[in-house]
């Protein structure tokens, strides 16, 4: 096994105001939230796909409101307690993980989220979380930098590692701005441009994103 230390940052980022999680703080200012994992889903249309856990004592309304959101594709109920919910949910709404793969920056999850503020733990060189932050000034995204030193987390590599087929196709996705937003190419033409069908590059970019996004304990 091969491992190595890396940088940690604690930033907090707002979601944008369009986005379902800012009007459920809007309206329930004392939820708590987690973000279990947040993966790609269908990469033709940006849909990502989140298991979400929300503490709060108006839980029936906190569905309510989320279920029916405009920005909601999805909503599968996974457990429901009396004050406690946990859901999957499919939602567009790409911009911090498009950022997060260009930039080969790790996400350590679950993310705890607290007045529209999503408290993120990212893990990967200096250079590449220098770099993310960049990207967040860019595009005027709202966030905190709130600490960054030493990573306590050891990343395995082999579990990191792409394959070589792996490799020519995030460098060509990234060249080509599949992961711009907007998009500059869209899934077909990259699959086109590098000789494959649609439905295997779709398969491929989901394992390559979950191998370069989430860290794996």
């Not at 929300?54 to 309510?64: L, S, T």
């Not at 990212?122 to 990207?135: G, M, Q, Y």
């Not at 992961?179 to 970019?205: D, Q, T, Y």
């Amino acid at each position: 096994m091969v491992s190595r230390k890396a940088s940690l940052a604690r930033i907090k980022v707002k979601f944008p105001e369009q986005i379902w999680i800012s009007e459920i703080f809007d309206k329930f200012p004392n939820i708590k939230m987690e973000i279990e994992y947040f993966l790609p889903f269908d990469l033709e249309k940006s849909i990502g796909n989140s298991i979400i856990e929300i503490q709060d004592y108006h839980i029936k309304d906190v569905i309510n409101s989320v279920r029916t959101h405009p920005s909601v594709h999805d909503f599968t109920l996974l457990k429901q307690e009396e004050n406690k919910v946990r859901f999957n949910i499919k939602t567009k709404d790409p911009y911090l993980l498009y950022a997060l793969i260009k930039c080969g920056v790790l996400v350590k999850f679950p993310v705890h989220v607290r007045n529209g503020f999503a408290y993120w733990r990212l893990i990967s060189s200096r250079e590449n979380i220098d770099k993310l932050l960049t990207i967040f000034e860019q595009r005027k995204i709202n966030y905190e930098l709130l600490r960054i030193g030493t990573s306590p987390y050891i990343l395995d590599e082999e579990k990191e590692r792409l394959t070589l087929d792996e490799s020519k196709v995030l460098e060509a996705a990234i060249e080509q701005g599949f992961f711009e937003i907007p998009r500059l190419i869209s899934l077909e033409e990259l699959a086109n441009h590098l000789g494959k069908s649609k439905s295997a590059l779709s398969v491929m970019l989901r394992k390559i994103i979950k191998k370069k996004v989430v860290v794996n304990d």
